[in-house]
């Protein structure tokens, strides 16, 4: 095993070498551990089906085996891993029907115990060539725990929030890789930044520390350290951890972290907040009353309602950006249209418009805020807006 490279807050630290011998690094025990194993389908051609080409080339290390070279390797890498789990740690291992049944049986035989299988479907896939087949759109996850009677960590809550508030499914719609994510070089199997976050955010917490024992381009890296988590890669091929530190030193600047950040964290499902300015003596009395207004147009204008209303969840309510409150909404995505005489009898002295959207929350009940972002953006900080609830909540 052959160190290669570390970060000087030694947060992210890759290996040369073969997974098996991983009892010679110099590190306690794990977290968590993402493995993206071979899933044995190189057969070492391209054919050309309806015009276009299709390889069947990945390398070596991804040739066709019989199932005994199979389960001989996925039971080995597996066992040694387990060596350096902790007792209350989880693994996560990707396949498709070629590799993942082998690995089921290999983890039953050792004595993990399995918590799920995830279908990861692919918002985006490429296409499959032969008449012969269903389209294959998806690849699984594998999610298991060391021990069958330990308990393990799972971000229930936030899974919940980041699905619109409901509980997440084991069906997970995420796009293929990005073009972007390929600028600094390519490994054939890569995974998409957005999957490695959701697994990440889903079975660790802030500085743990987590394993991907085929480490490749390191994009659990990538995601690990984005998301403040330490990161230990092996991988036996030097070129593609290369990749990797390349894309790790990328992410030393801090607007292109943030900019990556951004783009993977972007999540269809999760639950807004309608951020909404108000005098003082407005904002009191929204909060007296649990209604929260904002104009619908000018006297001849029209509503707008934007995409992500559906899933308003909350109000923030605030003065120039500052005494702010959050409120979670009596009912999901819904509002009422008044009149502004019927807010007069609330109370209320709107002035700027005959018609008001209207949405009630629960007054009795302010949710502690765990962030505070700006809300000072000059002309936008008097204009109502949504904004995703991570914003006020965090992630972790």
Same mark, same amino acid.
């Given at each position: 095993m052959q160190k290669i490279y570390s970060t000087d807050e030694k947060d992210f630290t890759l290996y040369k070498g073969d997974v098996v011998d991983?009892? +010679?690094?110099?590190?306690?025990? *794990?977290?968590?551990? #993402?493995?993206?194993?071979?899933? *044995?389908?190189?057969k070492g051609f391209s054919v050309s089906i309806k015009g276009c080409t299709k390889s069947f080339e990945k390398g070596e290390w991804d040739r066709v085996r019989d199932i005994e070279e199979v389960d001989s390797f996925n039971y080995a890498w597996l066992s040694r891993c387990r060596e350096?789990? +902790?007792?209350? @740690?989880?693994?996560?291992?990707?396949? $498709? #029907?070629?590799?993942?049944?082998?690995?089921?049986?290999?983890?039953? +035989?050792?004595?993990? +115990?399995?918590l799920n299988v995830i279908v990861w479907q692919k918002a985006d896939p490429r296409p499959t060539f032969s008449d012969k087949y269903f389209s294959f759109t998806a690849e699984f996850l594998i999610w298991a725990r060391k021990e069958e009677n330990t308990g393990h960590f799972f971000n229930f809550e936030l899974m919940k929030r980041i699905n619109g508030g409901k509980r997440m499914t084991d069906i997970w719609r995420i796009p293929i890789i990005s073009s972007w994510e390929l600028r600094l070089g390519k490994h054939p199997t890569q995974k998409p930044l957005k999957l490695l976050y959701r697994v990440i955010l889903s079975s660790t917490q802030e500085q743990n520390t987590i394993l991907d024992p085929f480490a490749?381009?390191? $994009? $659990?890296?990538?995601?690990?350290? !984005?998301? %403040?988590?330490?990161?230990?890669?092996?991988?036996?091929? /030097?070129?593609? !951890? %290369?990749?990797?530190?390349?894309?790790?030193?990328?992410?030393?600047?801090?607007? %292109?972290?943030?900019?990556?950040?951004? /783009?993977?964290?972007?999540?269809?499902?999760e639950e807004m907040v309608l951020v909404n300015h108000a005098r003082k003596e407005t904002r009191e009395k929204m909060i007296e009353t649990g209604i929260c207004y904002i104009r619908a147009g000018e006297s001849n204008g029209s509503? !707008?309602? /934007?995409?992500? #209303?559906?899933?308003?969840?909350?109000?923030? !309510?605030? $003065?120039? @950006? %500052?005494?702010?409150?959050?409120?979670?909404?009596?009912k999901r995505g819904c509002f009422q249209i008044w009149k502004k005489e019927t807010l007069e009898k609330y109370g209320f002295k709107p002035s700027h418009a005959p018609y008001y959207i209207v949405l009630h929350f629960d007054n009795t009940n302010p949710i502690k805020m765990k962030k505070n972002p700006n809300l000072n953006e000059k002309t936008k900080t008097f204009m109502a807006r949504l904004r995703p609830l991570s914003e006020f909540m965090g992630l972790k």
């Open positions: 991983i009892g +010679k690094l110099p590190y306690q025990k *794990f977290d968590m551990i #993402f493995a993206d194993p071979p899933y *044995f389908l190189s350096y789990l +902790k007792d209350d @740690g989880t693994i996560w291992v990707c396949g $498709t #029907f070629h590799n993942v049944f082998s690995v089921a049986s290999c983890m039953q +035989k050792i004595g993990y +115990k399995i490749g381009s390191c $994009t $659990t890296g990538i995601a690990a350290n !984005l998301l %403040k988590r330490n990161f230990v890669g092996i991988d036996l091929n /030097e070129e593609f !951890l %290369k990749i990797g530190i390349r894309r790790r030193q990328q992410i030393d600047d801090p607007l %292109k972290a943030q900019w990556i950040l951004n /783009e993977i964290s972007s999540i269809p499902e509503v !707008l309602v /934007e995409e992500g #209303f559906e899933r308003l969840h909350y109000v923030l !309510l605030h $003065t120039n @950006g %500052k005494e702010r409150s959050l409120y979670r909404l009596k």
